[in-house]
């Protein structure tokens, strides 16, 4: 194992696999919570939790490039995420996405130079009701447009 | 037992058939990918797909367990229908470059395609462009456009090697089959992998791009390369402007049987089959003062009797030295046990095989040579010779095979084949033993010539030739003759005139092979 990992991290890992029959199951609350400490799961991070998990490396790369929630490489302070599902594009994701590329100046699965700003499009983040919609980090912003991105952006610091 | 119905054939088939299995063994044929006998069934590709009576949607017969009066159609508009949806969707992203694709002739895809194809794709969409060219092996390179993603691959890798070499990265449309990072497959047993993919997404390095599937000419055989004794089949290149020595053989591949091997081989097996076409003996040679005169089997069988009957003549016998090895067949040995033991009443009786090597805890074994279990079965002792008693004791040395090239140095061999008066050597291949006897002998190899082998586990297994040999007669034959020449034991033995009849024989005299 690395010891670059906090002890607390070892901890609740261990926690975490005594809940399961099999400590190939724990494979994704663990990700959770290295990705929580480390940011991102890069081959390292792979690496460290195939060994506490006596998993081949190649299957907790599968896991990580199945989910989108966990990121291989680390993102910028605010990670936008904008809904691109149904009823988003409906309602003008399309737009939005375009709008946040040229506002950004990066592509889809990008970060900006400051590393202020990540850019993802995600699937239906269950908000539809406030569609088109993104997520930045943990919190929703609903019924976009220009305006309201312009806002949204000049209030994140 | 349950009765189903499959196509208005009545079946008794066995409780927990999957209607797959179970229509295969009436010998009904349901197409599928993913679907493979020696892994639980995937469901995946849904090629598999039938109708069963009083069911809203079709069932996978892959997975779908008979139950009692099931009546399942396999052929129904509806079924057929399905096949071509479904073969439509595989082909969404298929790069149709079959005619560069090693599995052309043997594809499942293609073969399927002929058959239920939809022929005027419907599909406006610029195809992914994915890696044509991944190396996931020392000798395997991965075709992502071509992948259907079966995961057979990582279900033998997973189930049967249990090394998980290869995970199934990203999603949907994405999905790749990937090695970790550069960590090959590192299993001496990822030959089987280019085999066992049901399209042509892997190929081998060994086999990619050096002839067509549709040229080879695919014959039964055995091994020979260890003691298991792996069914294999033999796929050659009869031929068209091929001269007589060139390349024929360009695959080894597994043949399935479920006592000995199940579906696979090892990859020492399958790669090491260059031996077969290469440094081979091409005439019966007599060597005299550093000449070399061709001589007909005739003459040379005349040669060799009036050197044995002068030496028996003047009671010397113990004077005259066999060294054998197991790559002969059950037959061949039974025959020298008889000719040389029984008959002229030999003591110098020796064996001389390729030494053994580390097995593993599959298939591949220890003893590098097929038959040892033959030899202690027909009764011969296993003895190696000790070259300075065996050069002081002998005056004529009949050497079968060439494995004492790789027990002694050429100089020990050479410093004791001085001593010895005449020395016979019979052989397949040429090598350092050639310039040191008088004559030469070539001999068929196991690939081309017929008779029995007994694997580690004394299972005896009949095989025929797999390649036709002009080179030289098989052991057996020119033990006969010899026997004959010889007018060693009675008639009817000399008489036996094929490895089958010799093998009945041997039954009547040795229990074990009965
Ligand atoms: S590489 Fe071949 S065996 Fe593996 S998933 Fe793809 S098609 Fe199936
Ligand atoms: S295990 Fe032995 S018999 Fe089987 S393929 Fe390998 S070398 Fe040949
Ligand atoms: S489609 Fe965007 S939140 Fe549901
Ligand atoms: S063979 Fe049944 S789903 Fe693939």
């Known amino acids: 194992m690395s010891p670059e990992y906090s002890e607390l991290l070892r901890q609740r890992i261990a926690e975490v696999i005594a809940r399961y029959p099999k400590k190939e199951a724990a494979l994704l609350p663990v990700l959770h919570l290295v990705q929580r400490e480390t940011g991102s799961i890069s081959p390292e991070e792979e690496k460290f939790i195939a060994g506490i998990l006596d998993l081949k490396p190649i299957k907790v790369r599968e896991v990580v490039t199945f989910y989108t929630m966990i990121l291989r490489q680390p993102l910028g302070k605010y990670h936008v995420q904008v809904c691109s599902n149904l009823s988003c594009t409906l309602l003008g994701a399309g737009t939005i996405i375009d709008y946040l590329k040229e506002k950004l100046g990066i592509e889809i699965g990008q970060t900006t130079p400051d590393k202020k700003f990540s850019l993802s499009t995600v699937e239906c983040l269950g908000a539809c009701e406030q569609a088109p919609c993104l997520m930045v980090n943990f919190d929703y912003y609903g019924n976009l447009d220009k305006e309201r991105i312009d806002r949204i952006l000049a209030s994140l610091t | 037992m349950v009765k189903i119905f499959i196509d208005d054939k009545e079946l ?18 349901i197409p599928h990918f993913c679907y493979h006998p020696a892994f639980a069934p995937e469901g995946s590709c849904r090629m598999c797909l039938v109708e069963i009576s009083g069911l809203p949607k079709l069932e996978l017969a892959c997975s779908t367990v008979v139950r009692e009066g099931m009546k399942i159609l396999t052929a129904s508009e509806k079924v057929i229908e399905a096949r071509k949806a ?13 005619p560069i694709c090693d599995k052309a002739g043997e594809c499942k895809l293609q073969d399927y395609f002929e058959e239920y194809g939809f022929f005027a794709s419907r599909f406006k969409e610029a195809k992914e462009k994915r890696e044509k060219k991944v190396q996931i092996s020392k000798n395997l390179i991965l075709d992502r456009e071509r992948c259907i993603l079966c995961t057979r691959c990582l279900r033998f ?74 069914n294999i089949f033999i796929d050659s290149h009869p031929g068209f402007a091929r001269t007589p020595l060139a390349q024929r053989v360009y695959r080894i591949r597994a043949r399935e049987n479920q006592d000995i091997n199940s579906f696979w081989i090892c990859d020492f097996g399958r790669y090491h089959y260059s031996y077969i076409d290469q440094g081979r003996q091409e005439r019966i040679v007599l060597k005299k003062e550093a000449k070399d005169t061709e001589l007909s089997w005739e003459k040379a069988l005349i040669i060799l009797a009036e050197k044995v009957k002068s030496l028996v003549y003047l009671k010397k016998k113990s004077r005259i030295g066999v060294i054998l090895n197991t790559w002969l067949t059950n037959e061949e040995l039974y025959l020298a046990d008889k000719v040389f033991k029984k008959g002229l009443g030999l003591e110098n009786i020796y064996v001389v095989d390729p030494p053994s090597e580390k097995g593993d805890d599959f298939l591949l074994t220890e003893e590098r040579t097929p038959n040892r279990r033959g030899l202690k079965e027909v009764g011969l002792p296993d003895l190696t010779p000790d070259l300075g008693k065996l050069a002081l004791q002998t005056d004529l040395l009949l050497i079968f095979g060439t494995f004492l090239v790789g027990r002694f140095s050429v100089t020990e061999l050479k410093s004791a084949f001085d001593k010895i008066g005449t020395k016979f050597l019979f052989a397949a291949h040429k090598s350092a033993l050639d310039s040191l006897v008088d004559v030469v002998i070539p001999t068929p190899l196991i690939a081309e010539k017929g008779g029995s082998l007994t694997n580690v586990n004394g299972k005896v297994q009949s095989f025929s030739p797999a390649l036709d ?45 009965k």
Not at chain 2, 207 to 222: D, G, H, M, Q
Request: proline share 5%.
């Open chain 2, 12 to 29: 008794e088939v066995s409780n927990g058939l999957t209607i797959l299995r179970a229509a295969e063994g009436a010998g009904i044929p």
């Open chain 2, 86 to 98: 479904v073969l439509e969707f595989l082909l969404a992203e298929h790069p149709l470059d079959c």
């Open chain 2, 157 to 230: 890798l997973s189930e049967i090697t249990k090394t998980q070499d290869v995970g199934v990265l990203n999603r949907g449309i994405h999905s790749e089959i990937a090695v970790y990072e550069s960590n090959f497959i590192d299993n001496h047993y990822a030959g089987n992998l280019a085999e066992l993919c049901p399209v042509g997404a892997i190929t081998d390095t060994d086999f990619r791009f050096k002839t067509r599937a549709w040229f080879l000419v695919k014959k039964e055989s055995i091994c020979p390369m260890c003691s298991r004794g792996c």
């Open chain 2, 469 to 513: 040999n002009s080179l030289g007669l098989p052991e057996w034959k020119l033990l006969i003759d010899l026997a004959k020449e010889l007018k060693i034991n009675h008639k009817p033995f000399w008489q036996l005139s094929s490895p089958q009849a010799i093998l009945e024989e041997m039954g009547r005299g040795i229990p074990f092979f």
